[in-house]
């Protein structure tokens, strides 16, 4: 029988008093059929991954013991995906790929054409736990706080920025990267594209450079996830042996 995973916030050690998360008492007991004594896998994003015991469980409430560290804590490369948001549905299904992919952070930006006026914070870091463990990574996304795209870039730590472009006269992401290692960031655009104006403001930045992403239009959530895979697979974790 299969061990569930779960992300925990305190912190591990071994014989450490691990309570279980709202939800997480009532996953194990109902959902997963776990008892007092059963195993369950745990991460905190600081501690590794560490097998558990079962102590307690009661409708929602439970205790977790850690007994054996499986994996040391392992850097993730600082890989970010800026994004204006989308619809619902595209939007929850982009952070759970790029949770997948390894990306440190998303960063939810407003632009000129967006549709999308308001991101659920909460159901967004929902879904980016859930599939950190699904996945097997040792830490999770930060799911920034939503913001104008000029606004965002004011407060940009300088990390090189590649800015998808529509076919267009720019190079392809790949040709930019050999050489580079993170931190380094992608920016997707809405499916309406960024207006010229935008483009002209954001492409002065000394940290901004264009690339494109193939001869063909992609949707938003297509080029964030193609363009997260070429960066990890040129200058992040795909590059190390696993």
Known sequence: ??????????????????????GQGHYLGQVMRKGEGDFVDLFNGRDGEWRARVASLRKDKGVL???????P??????????????????????????????????????TARG?????????LSA???????????????????????????DGWDGAPLFVGHERGAAPPLASLL???????????????????QELDVVGRRHFVSS???GPRILRAETAAVAGLAVLQALAGDWTVPS
């Open 211 to 213: 690339a494109a992403l």
């Open 73 to 110: 804590q392992a850097a993730s490369p600082d890989i970010r995906l800026l994004l204006a948001p989308l619809k619902r549905d595209a939007m929850e299904w982009v952070v759970e790929k790029a949770t997948e992919l390894g990306v440190a952070s998303i960063h939810p930006v407003f």
């Open 178 to 196: 050999p050489g580079r290692n993170p931190p380094l960031a992608l920016l997707v655009g809405p499916e309406g594209g960024f207006t010229k």
């Open 127 to 153: 879904i980016a736990r859930e599939a950190s463990e699904q996945c097997e990574r040792l830490d999770l996304p930060r799911i920034a706080p939503a913001m104008d795209l000029h606004a965002a870039l």
């Open 1 to 22: 029988m299969s061990i569930p995973r779960l992300y925990v916030e305190a912190d591990l050690a071994e014989g450490m008093d691990v309570p279980c998360l709202p």
């Open 65 to 71: 013991v850690p007994e054996q560290q499986l994996r």
């Open 115 to 123: 549709v999308v006026g308001k991101v659920n914070h909460d159901r």
